[in-house]
């Protein structure tokens, strides 16, 4: 790996662990010329899985834009950074045990919403809004009754009987 600092291929390993969430390892290392230390990050490499938009063009999944769109929609909110992270890491695992290499995009919505709805209903009605393309002042309103009605479920308990 080249040094950031001098540019040397170079490096040794000084430090190794487990990440946090334990999906990665962390490495600290330091350059052999000049004796600066990094962190670097591996993780297991993912295949790469496809998303068919609406349209039908078939594009790769981003998980930055899944989490920018939950960040946006938890704007001012109190939801960590962390919190939708792991989020978009469920939703992610979820998918790719579910479907191989290619999924439409709806789903990756779908599974946005039932987490913003488990941690926050106002960042879920933000959501929901943008992406079910709200036009009027009704189609909120009628949103927020049904949200009145359904029970709030935690994302971290599945569901045991789906009717």
């Not at 709806?106 to 036009?135: C, P, T, W």
Request: hydrophobic share 30%; net charge positive.
């Amino acid at each position: 790996m080249y040094c950031s600092k001098c540019g040397v291929l170079e490096d040794k390993v000084i430090d190794s662990r487990p990440s946090k969430d334990g999906k990665s390892i962390r490495r600290r290392r330091e350059c052999v010329g000049c004796g600066f230390r990094y962190t670097t990050y591996e993780e297991i490499e993912r295949s790469e899985i496809r998303v068919v938009k609406r349209d039908g063009r078939s594009e790769p999944l981003d998980k930055q834009k899944i989490l920018q769109g939950m960040l946006k929609a938890c704007e001012k909110r109190p939801v960590s950074r962390s919190t939708l992270e792991r989020a978009v890491e469920e939703i992610i695992s979820s998918l790719e045990a579910s479907y191989d290499r290619e999924f439409p995009s709806h789903l990756i919505g779908s599974r946005v919403m039932e987490h913003l709805h488990s941690l926050d209903e106002v960042a879920y009605v933000r959501y929901a809004s943008v992406y079910r393309h709200f036009q009027d002042i009704g189609e909120f309103l009628d949103e927020i009754q049904l949200l009145e009605r359904r029970p709030k479920r935690s994302v971290l308990q599945p569901e045991l009987f789906k009717t």
